[in-house]
């Protein structure tokens, strides 16, 4: 069976990062002092974090359950 702990390590990560990307969006996104290329660029990094994390823990997952 699939190790509890190694999964729930890999979606909290993914939590970790889907939280800075949503308050960047939300609050920083539009403001002055970042041009718009430099925070769509950091949003999509914590969103890419995001994503890469949660797919490795369910790829994890399929293969502890193999």
């Not at 290329?37 to 994503?51: C, H, K, P, Q, S």
Request: aromatic content about 16%.
């Amino acid at each position: 069976m699939c190790n509890g702990n190694q999964l729930n390590r890999y979606l909290m990560a993914g939590n970790f990062f889907l939280l800075p990307a949503t308050l960047w969006m939300t609050f920083l996104r539009h403001h002055p002092a970042f041009p718009d290329g430099i925070g769509d660029g950091i949003a999509g990094l914590f969103y890419g974090l995001t994503f890469g994390c949660f797919i490795l823990g369910l790829i994890r997952q399929r293969r502890a359950n193999r």
